[in-house]
């Protein structure tokens, strides 16, 4: 059975000496010193490794069944939201105004890793709720604040998203949800919501569904869309629960993965929704959710990689098969640990390498999530807007790609259900999928982001990685970040004038090439995270820090991340420049 | 539900225009014209898509059950096995001697790839009663044929191959089976095979395990190895079954995929066996049936992937979502087909171009078999051992990662198991896995094959490749087929030469390259297969040939594997030629 080692010296390193958080100049900071944050992440690696890692396989077998309109979670599930509500965990970067303690996001960022680590299905139901808060706080009115954040921040209840519907998912400018507008001001949501993850369950008292639903008068397509509160059932005005909603879960799916997740067909039959923000502005509000669930949901590809690692670290280094080739390492046993051959090697540094480079990408994005936050830097904002994509794109595909490998390394027994290691990859994998399945993300990336603003943010991004590149001339410890770094970014910057010069006249020209575009992006951005870590480790050796194995591990783990991840910049670059014409070249009717 | 349909055209077009069989000296070739494999093609076909297809998601559903040492298989896979032994499909490539039809491995192989590409998990108890009886074959005493051979050849009995223990896989040196000998010439077996494909079952009157065992005086390690016949039921001099033998199925396990396929733990309680080939050569033995296997392994590969591949391609036609970004192709409709969109089209063709290199590749090898078998001809027989890894290693990893593009085109339906995209994927995993994981492969080609017979297999494949590039010197129509070969093989040439000037001082250099070298390899095998594919269509396409959409759309397809997958070649180079030093500077405990 699997288990689980909360990484919190990584974390540390990231917050202390990468960020160098303590030193930023984003209101709340400050406070963060390396004894608080360690408390903090300690506190929480507790729970996710003792409480919610144990029921990740108990999820997975169980999964969650539906009697008579009410789904039941797997055993111990309860208990465990239990302790995640008493700890206050869901509060953690949320306004105390609410009942949240006001940290920054970085930290609920870290401490969210530690639970996806542990136990992904589990933690959906908590993450759904922060997304849907997120959106209530950034559209809902005053009234509808009070009304529904205080229970949702501690987690009596629960919160979803509900977006597609049988016949669309991407294109939701065709969905059928209707809203007709009551008399009291309320509004009768009916109609059929699909994949809604946490949709029914028994973990919380009442569950706040936000709904994309279509009113009157607001035209063809996403314009006539509008964002709804349906809560399961309503609140009375003294904040009491009052009467079901005409909302029901009619099945659950049978799925790949997160078996511990209810994924629910939602009917909604004339249900009482209440608009949120403006009518007919109902996908602009619903892009704040998304925007945050999208960087939720790259952690979780990475997350889960980091969990997979773990434990084909542990057997790499514990299972006796055949001799290192330059000399047995352990003689008087039968054969020599799994970890000597240097393609069981290859395979653990392909995933540590990644894992390491992609916690440093999320943490670094939280980071310009609070700078945008809390002092409404626009630059950071675009940034992440620009970044978004690729971390939910190339992190959950990388993230499963890495899952797989760790299974690999235990053989036949990878295979087998009992040792857990199929859990991670059939959970990783629907991260590629949902909250906008990952070719969308290319499009989003080269499609919509690489131009806004005028290319604003793209040019800064570039900018920032040239002054990376700069700042490290002549320094030969570094060469091997710089040099690579440089390379590839110029390979990125060559693909993007390919798009500008060919998207003009066919568009097709560039979203040939967007999804290799949004990998030979992700690995640039990985190389800068590797290059700032190589920096940030030397920097803390020769200040004479005291766990030099620690901070020598971080730096040629990095440098294997350069050599040997960033070759595939030049494949991706080529892949783009043949332009549309072998991909178009068949007629759909010739395949 | 998934449905499939027999390739049928394609092979003709691999059988025909490019391997020419009839036009070959292979004994037995003359007579496959194409009216007469077409027949078999067809007829096989319907079997795979009308019986054999409909059983792949029951078979997932239900998995197998063991009740008081029985196993159980799915509903309906016994009706099924009846047709597949009536058809007398089991035979097809077997010797007439025995009750096989005596035709050529290539057809067999062509069989093989719909029934697996039908039902991969039913298709196993055949395909290693197959393997069992190449090895009987190869080093049985005539009695031992007589007695088993012709009800294995009908199917009225299985086979099986019992390698695995709990404590070893690869590293078989360490199996701790043992082999008493007994006064009347026969064996005792002791001990515990697990991960055992179709140990027990109820499709089949008696099964023959063939058990890798250690007799007394054979030394350490694999040395002291034997093969040994065991059969389930003892068989008597009349040849009626006999006495139950002392084995049975203790568990069976609960895996990722491939659940309608009992997967066994045996117990050996002084079991008899029977000594098959020279004692203490059983490890010589078990190669003949790996070697078969790993080819078949190989075909599971593509053949899931296109599986796969045409159902995401029906998706593609028929789910209505967003618009084709150059004008609506479905204006009447409330959205265009998936297919419309370049990242759609970028991924179907990643599949149909891999798929159909993939089958090339493999009907070449099948051809290679027959040759080596049928003329005695040892260059092919070099070239067919030397391929062998890549066959199994490279097709099985690019198999799976295609059904997980196909289930990709499915977004969140993909995931749905009612949808049957996800058996694809969980069932072309385990491919990585079984007969050597596909690291196993890598060493085999690099550690092994590479220098075998003095390196002389693969200067023959360079010559070859170097022959096709300047057979098409000149030919401007050829052009996107030949340079990226050349530059393809120059860059695997390059990886051999790395590995020559490196390895000899330290063998991790190659070692750490071993998995990169497969792909590299792979990559331009089906560049090779794509080459002569391209020729091939031409060349029907001058002489007026009638299907010339077809044809057309083979070279397009190539010419896309050309442009979008060759690239890949330089990846791999330049990751091998970082050498062993990023891949092991890490000592074990600082990981």
Redesign the interface.
Same mark, same amino acid.
């Given at each position: 059975m699997p288990t689980y080692t909360p990484p919190l010296k990584d974390m540390q390193f990231l917050l202390h000496d990468l960020l160098r958080i303590t030193a930023s100049d984003v209101p709340g900071y400050a406070d963060l010193d390396p004894s608080f944050t360690g408390a903090i992440l300690e506190e929480a690696g507790k729970l996710a490794a003792e409480v919610l890692a144990p029921l990740n396989a108990v999820g997975d077998r169980q999964g969650c069944r539906l009697e008579n309109g009410v789904v039941y979670t797997p055993d111990g599930f309860k208990g465990a939201f239990g302790k995640l509500k008493d700890g206050g965990w869901n509060g953690l970067d949320l306004p105390q105004e609410f009942g949240g303690q006001g940290l920054p996001y970085v930290m609920g960022t870290a401490v969210g890793e530690m639970m996806v680590s542990a136990n992904m299905a589990f933690n959906m139901y908590q993450g759904l709720t922060h997304g849907a808060i997120s959106t209530i706080l950034a559209h809902g009115s005053d009234e509808q604040k009070a009304t529904y954040l205080p229970k949702m921040v501690s987690l009596d209840w629960t919160g979803t998203m509900n977006l597609?519907e049988p016949?669309?998912?991407?294109?939701l400018g065709?969905i059928r949800t209707r809203a007709e507008p009551q008399a009291d001001g309320s509004y009768a949501i009916t109609g059929q919501k699909?994949?809604i993850s946490a949709g029914e369950h028994d973990l919380a008292e009442n569950i706040i569904h936000l709904v994309l639903a279509k009113a009157p008068g607001g035209g063809e397509g996403t314009k006539g869309i509008s964002l709804f509160i349906v809560p399961k059932f309503l609140v009375n005005a003294d904040g009491s629960l009052g009467r079901r909603n005409a909302v029901a879960c009619g099945k659950i799916?049978?799925?790949?993965?997160i078996h511990g997740n209810a994924t629910c067909v939602m009917n909604y039959d004339g249900a009482t929704g209440f608009l949120v923000g403006d009518l007919h502005r109902g996908m602009r509000a619903m892009f704040t959710m998304m925007n945050e669930a999208r960087l939720g949901v790259g952690l979780q590809g990475y997350a889960q990689a980091e969990a997979a690692y773990q434990n084909a670290?542990a057997y790499a280094?514990d299972r006796?098969?055949?001799r290192d080739?330059?000399g047995a390492k352990n003689p008087n046993g039968?054969?020599d640990?799994l970890?000597?051959?240097?393609?069981?090697?290859?395979?653990?540094?392909d995933q540590?390498s990644f894992v390491e480079g992609a916690r440093a990408f999320v943490f670094w994005g939280a980071h310009l999530i609070d700078r945008s936050h809390r002092t409404g830097d626009t630059a950071a904002e675009g940034l992440i807007s620009l970044m978004t994509p690729v971390i939910k794109g190339f992190l959950t595909d990388k993230g499963?790609e890495m899952t797989?490998a760790a299974? $690999?390394v235990f053989?036949?027994h990878?295979?087998? +259900? +009992?040792w857990g290691m199929?859990q991670f990859?059939?959970d990783a994998?629907?991260a590629?999928?949902?909250e906008g399945?990952?070719?969308i993300q290319?499009?989003d990336l080269v499609?919509r982001k690489l131009a806004s603003d005028g290319g604003r943010h793209v040019m800064a991004f570039f900018e920032m990685v040239k002054a990376e590149v700069k700042a490290h001339d002549g320094d030969a410890r570094m060469a091997g970040f710089a040099e690579p770094l440089k390379a590839a970014s110029k390979q990125l910057q060559q693909a993007g004038m390919f798009f500008m010069q060919h998207g003009m006249k066919?568009?097709?020209a560039a979203?040939?090439g967007?999804?290799d575009f949004m990998h030979l992006m992700g690995h640039v951005c990985l190389g800068l995270m590797w290059t700032r870590m190589a920096k940030a480790a030397y920097t803390a050796l020769d200040a004479g820090a005291a766990d030099r +194995?620690f901070l $020598?591990?971080k730096i040629?783990?990095g440098?294997?991340y350069m050599?040997?991840h960033l070759?595939?910049c030049?494949?991706h670059l %080529?892949?783009i420049e043949?332009g549309?014409e072998?991909?178009?070249?068949?007629d %759909?009717a010739?395949?």
């Amino acid at each position: 059975m699997p288990t689980y080692t909360p990484p919190l010296k990584d974390m540390q390193f990231l917050l202390h000496d990468l960020l160098r958080i303590t030193a930023s100049d984003v209101p709340g900071y400050a406070d963060l010193d390396p004894s608080f944050t360690g408390a903090i992440l300690e506190e929480a690696g507790k729970l996710a490794a003792e409480v919610l890692a144990p029921l990740n396989a108990v999820g997975d077998r169980q999964g969650c069944r539906l009697e008579n309109g009410v789904v039941y979670t797997p055993d111990g599930f309860k208990g465990a939201f239990g302790k995640l509500k008493d700890g206050g965990w869901n509060g953690l970067d949320l306004p105390q105004e609410f009942g949240g303690q006001g940290l920054p996001y970085v930290m609920g960022t870290a401490v969210g890793e530690m639970m996806v680590s542990a136990n992904m299905a589990f933690n959906m139901y908590q993450g759904l709720t922060h997304g849907a808060i997120s959106t209530i706080l950034a559209h809902g009115s005053d009234e509808q604040k009070a009304t529904y954040l205080p229970k949702m921040v501690s987690l009596d209840w629960t919160g979803t998203m509900n977006l597609t519907e049988p016949h669309c998912g991407t294109d939701l400018g065709m969905i059928r949800t209707r809203a007709e507008p009551q008399a009291d001001g309320s509004y009768a949501i009916t109609g059929q919501k699909i994949f809604i993850s946490a949709g029914e369950h028994d973990l919380a008292e009442n569950i706040i569904h936000l709904v994309l639903a279509k009113a009157p008068g607001g035209g063809e397509g996403t314009k006539g869309i509008s964002l709804f509160i349906v809560p399961k059932f309503l609140v009375n005005a003294d904040g009491s629960l009052g009467r079901r909603n005409a909302v029901a879960c009619g099945k659950i799916e049978h799925k790949m993965g997160i078996h511990g997740n209810a994924t629910c067909v939602m009917n909604y039959d004339g249900a009482t929704g209440f608009l949120v923000g403006d009518l007919h502005r109902g996908m602009r509000a619903m892009f704040t959710m998304m925007n945050e669930a999208r960087l939720g949901v790259g952690l979780q590809g990475y997350a889960q990689a980091e969990a997979a690692y773990q434990n084909a670290l542990a057997y790499a280094k514990d299972r006796l098969q055949g001799r290192d080739v330059t000399g047995a390492k352990n003689p008087n046993g039968p054969a020599d640990p799994l970890i000597v051959h240097p393609d069981i090697r290859r395979n653990l540094m392909d995933q540590k390498s990644f894992v390491e480079g992609a916690r440093a990408f999320v943490f670094w994005g939280a980071h310009l999530i609070d700078r945008s936050h809390r002092t409404g830097d626009t630059a950071a904002e675009g940034l992440i807007s620009l970044m978004t994509p690729v971390i939910k794109g190339f992190l959950t595909d990388k993230g499963f790609e890495m899952t797989v490998a760790a299974q $690999q390394v235990f053989g036949g027994h990878g295979y087998i +259900e +009992e040792w857990g290691m199929s859990q991670f990859a059939r959970d990783a994998r629907i991260a590629m999928i949902y909250e906008g399945a990952n070719g969308i993300q290319a499009l989003d990336l080269v499609g919509r982001k690489l131009a806004s603003d005028g290319g604003r943010h793209v040019m800064a991004f570039f900018e920032m990685v040239k002054a990376e590149v700069k700042a490290h001339d002549g320094d030969a410890r570094m060469a091997g970040f710089a040099e690579p770094l440089k390379a590839a970014s110029k390979q990125l910057q060559q693909a993007g004038m390919f798009f500008m010069q060919h998207g003009m006249k066919n568009p097709n020209a560039a979203l040939s090439g967007s999804y290799d575009f949004m990998h030979l992006m992700g690995h640039v951005c990985l190389g800068l995270m590797w290059t700032r870590m190589a920096k940030a480790a030397y920097t803390a050796l020769d200040a004479g820090a005291a766990d030099r +194995e620690f901070l $020598q591990a971080k730096i040629a783990t990095g440098r294997y991340y350069m050599a040997r991840h960033l070759p595939a910049c030049a494949m991706h670059l %080529a892949r783009i420049e043949t332009g549309a014409e072998p991909v178009m070249a068949l007629d %759909a009717a010739a395949f």
